[in-house]
Every structure is written in C-alpha cells, then in structure tokens.
C-alpha cells in the first residue's frame, strides 16, 4: 500500500500564491503517476496536474500558466506551485497516486481558500 500526507493549504489573498506537497510512503517502488485533483463546493472533482515518473506533466486548461506540478522521486514527494491564484480556484485539493497498475491512492485533502 501507499499512504501520503498533504501540507500547504491554507488562506490566500486573489493573486497570491501556495505551495502544497505530498509525501507518498509505503511501497513507493510501485509509484508511477502522482497528481492533484480538487474539488469545490457544488462541483465535481476534477484533475488539476499530474506528472509521469519520468516528469512528463499534464494540466488542466484552467490552470495552464499559474500553476507547476513537481516531482522529487528520491524523497517521494510531489508539489504543486500555485500562483496567481483566483477566488474560483477555492477547493479542497486532493493528492492522488497511482501505481503502475494504475491503482489510485488518494490523500486526506487539504483546504485552499482564495479571497477576493
């Protein structure tokens, strides 16, 4: 199993910017893809970045040009830079792993507030 632990949330003034992490442990040989998904109130979950072991990276178009997904695979741990952030991207953001069967893992969540 993998477990992973989120940090970085918290409350920002529009335009501003977070930094979040997760740190996967467990049976880390098997990780391939990691990622973050959020969702906020009244909407569906959604995927805001993900990136390969190799570092290829994906993003919501949504997000294109404000925010940086990486990855320290001798720490385990993926980041996600978050800049010029706007009041619609208020969400709990999630951590999501999958192993190379493409089982998902998910983390805790975290809070990321956005004020006008």
């Known amino acids: 199993q993998v477990q992973l632990v989120e940090s970085g949330g918290g409350l920002v003034q529009a335009g501003g910017s977070l930094s979040l992490s997760c740190a996967a442990s467990?049976?880390?040989?098997?990780?391939?893809?990691m990622g973050w998904y959020r969702q906020a109130p009244g909407k569906q979950r959604e995927l805001v970045a993900s990136i390969t072991r190799g570092g290829t990276t994906n993003y919501a178009d949504s997000v294109k040009g404000r925010f940086t997904i990486s990855r320290d695979n001798a720490k385990n741990t993926a980041y996600l830079q978050m800049n010029s952030l706007k009041p619609e991207d208020t969400a709990i953001y999630y951590c999501?792993?999958?192993?190379?069967?493409?089982?998902?893992?998910w983390g805790q969540g975290t809070q990321v507030t956005v004020s006008s």
């Open positions: 467990g049976s880390v040989f098997s990780i391939n893809i």
């Open positions: 999501n792993v999958r192993n190379l069967d493409l089982y998902a893992y």
